[in-house]
């Protein structure tokens, strides 16, 4: 990232917080004057990018993510001052003091800030930008609606941050939405912004219905307004949010529906390994649904040529048995990048490009790297025994029978390697028992270690022991074996008919179970 453009993007928060200080009329802060109240803008600036530094270091490492939080802070603060300008213009509201300060704090849409943060970044940098944009926000509020301003804010903040909270349906934004404008009336109507019904005599029923009314659609709004914008600022800033991966999670993809028919074995791999990425993903506090969406997607490449893949071959003709182990080694690599190429072609978002890429890692195919020291070591005694000249011994280079990487950077990368090297094994299990899957899995996982191929993700030890617990039990649930109902001899057509007394029929469900 551009260190210049990361300067950049900071000081021009501060610019745009300045600019916002001496716009406003009020100009102080505890009876400050506009410059002190930059000054200690300043430095609530550096206490903010200090936290923002130390809690949050994934998002500070990208300029893109950065200039989101630091941009839906400034633009939370510019919108309190823009409501103070609104209830200003408003020659209803500007003849009492009292009614304008009213209307003010339930006119300021507290949420709209965190709410996005929420659903694009997740809960811990949403509360960050509450916490601040209500600090910040009581650096431009007027004197009298300081504790109240900040009190909403935050409250409003943290409602709508837990309540979109790993949101997966676009419905459920609008009730955050009401969720906050309800906190919101309860707030008002406690800090005396709206009157109780004793104080009515004072006001027009009509008046307290439009302040009532207000702060219910502010909150509604500021809703919509965050589930209008989300697709843009998915795409600005290259985030994909829970809703936007359900939405991929569609079956039927151009794709998938492609694989169903030209490559059926590694479609039913694809779902296996779908299921065995989302239940450890979900163990480890990953995200579930991506690993679900991009392991339907990571073997997109072997659409090119899928008759040369395990899952696909008919056992009697196998095209590798006329290919040399150097070509059918290039053949299964293909794989990666034909199926970058595809993805890439039917646009599909970065995250699933980046596992299409990373879950082989730089693994050994080991297959066609044994195929191939087998076929050395037989060269080598045809030399021994004169059938052969020293020059007709092939070369065999590890590194030419490694995948090209990279290894996984992010924990879903890893999780769905670990899921496809599993899946993969566990077909060639005879008779799979707990104890014999248990020891795959283990062994499996253990082998992607020592290779380095966990080296840059971010998986903890105690977290791969969760992802090899999950992955033992989903196995297990998958491979069971069913009894092996005794063979009756024949005696007569009706000795064939399963028996319809009530004492066989409960026997045979529970055998069935």
């Not at 939370?76 to 020659?91: M, N, T, W, Y």
Request: hydrophobic fraction near 45%.
């Amino acid at each position: 990232q551009n260190p210049f453009l990361k300067a950049l993007i900071f000081l021009g928060f501060y610019a745009g917080l300045v600019g916002l200080i001496y716009s406003t009329d009020v100009g102080h802060v505890y009876g400050q004057d506009a410059l002190k109240a930059s000054v200690v803008g300043g430095l609530i600036f550096i206490a903010s990018f200090v936290q923002f530094y130390a809690n949050h270091p994934i998002s500070f490492a990208h300029n893109g993510r950065s200039l989101l939080m630091y941009g839906a802070v400034l633009l939370q603060v510019s919108l309190v001052r823009l409501c103070g300008i609104v209830v200003d213009l408003l020659p209803a509201l500007s003849q009492t003091p009292d009614t304008s300060r009213h209307f003010l704090f339930l006119l300021i849409p507290y949420a709209l800030a965190p709410m996005a943060l929420s659903v694009l970044l997740g809960r811990r940098q949403a509360i960050f930008a509450t916490i601040f944009s209500a600090i910040f926000g009581c650096l431009i509020i007027e004197q009298s609606l300081l504790f109240d301003f900040l009190i909403g804010s935050l409250l409003a903040g943290v409602v709508a941050v837990y309540a979109t909270h790993d949101l997966r349906k676009r419905g459920r934004l609008m009730r955050a939405g009401c969720y906050v404008g309800l906190v919101s009336l309860v707030l008002a109507l406690m800090l005396g912004h709206i009157p109780f019904a004793a104080d009515l005599s004072a006001m027009s029923p009509r008046t307290v219905g439009v302040q009532i009314l207000t702060v219910l659609l502010v909150g509604i709004i500021t809703a919509g307004i965050v589930g209008g914008f989300l697709p843009m600022l998915e795409t600005l800033f290259g985030i994909t949010t829970n809703i936007t991966w359900l939405e991929l999670a569609d079956l039927n993809h151009k794709l998938l529906k492609r694989m169903t028919i030209e490559a059926p074995g590694t479609y039913h791999h694809s779902l296996v390994v779908a299921r065995l990425a989302e239940s450890a993903a979900e163990r480890v506090g990953a995200s579930a649904i991506q690993c679900q969406v991009c392991s339907y997607f990571h073997d997109i490449g072997k659409l090119i040529k899928p008759g040369y893949f395990i899952e696909n071959i008919n056992p009697e003709d196998n095209p590798h048995d006329d290919l040399s182990p150097s070509m059918s080694v290039l053949v299964i690599h293909s794989h990666v990048k034909e199926g970058v190429d595809l993805a890439l072609k039917h646009k599909l978002k970065m995250p699933v490009i980046d596992v299409i890429q990373e879950h082989h890692g730089t693994s050994l195919v080991y297959y066609f790297y044994r195929r191939a020291l087998d076929k050395q070591e037989a060269v080598r005694k045809l030399v021994e025994e004169g059938k052969a000249r020293e020059e007709d011994i092939p070369e065999v280079n590890e590194e030419d029978f490694r995948y090209p990487g990279p290894i996984p950077q992010t924990k879903e990368s890893a999780i769905i390697s670990l899921a496809d090297s599993v899946e993969s094994a566990s077909r060639s299990l005879d008779k799979p028992t707990h104890s014999k899957i248990e020891q795959l899995v283990e062994t499996m996982v253990s082998m992607r270690m020592k290779d380095g191929q966990l080296d840059d993700c971010d998986l903890t030890m105690r977290e791969l022991a969760q992802i090899k617990e999950s992955f033992t039990k989903t196995l297990i649930s998958m491979l069971h074996t069913r009894i092996a109902y005794p063979k009756a001899a024949k005696k007569s057509d009706a000795d064939e008919t399963p028996p319809t007394n009530g004492n066989s029929s409960k026997r045979l469900r529970v055998i069935d179970a």
